[in-house]
């Protein structure tokens, strides 16, 4: 099973990012994905999740910036990252949880840089 998240980089305040995590080896559509990031010094945090049914769920400080998606087609779940701010820098992480047993498996991060 694999996690293969992308789409970090540098970007400059107000810009826009798009991350995209494809998952391989899981049954993807009975899968809550989801995205957290950890800064430099700080505890790992939710950012936004999705259930396999599109429920989405964001943590407050990117509420109206983020949006969250996936593609079952494609095994692949999205973060669209707008109004970045600087506090937005951070590593991403692609996250799988399984909705019958709960068991987790965590994917690499991807760096996100909101600097001017």
């Known amino acids: 099973v694999q996690l293969q998240a992308s789409g970090g980089g540098l970007v400059q305040p107000g810009g826009s990012l798009r991350l995209s995590c494809a998952a391989s080896?899981?049954?993807?559509?009975?899968?809550?994905m989801g995205w957290y990031r950890q800064a430099l010094g700080k505890q790992r945090e939710l950012v936004a999740t999705?259930?396999?049914?599109?429920?989405?769920n964001y943590a407050d400080s990117v509420k109206g910036r983020f949006t969250i998606s996936r593609d079952n087609a494609k095994n692949t779940v999205y973060l669209q990252m707008n109004s970045l701010k600087p506090e937005d820098t951070a590593v991403y992480y692609c996250?799988?949880?399984?909705?019958?047993?709960?068991?987790?498996?965590w994917g690499q991060g991807t760096l996100v840089t909101v600097s001017s």
């Open positions: 999705i259930t396999s049914g599109g429920i989405t």
């Open positions: 996250n799988a949880k399984w909705e019958d047993w709960g068991g987790v498996y």
């Open positions: 080896g899981f049954t993807f559509g009975s899968l809550t």
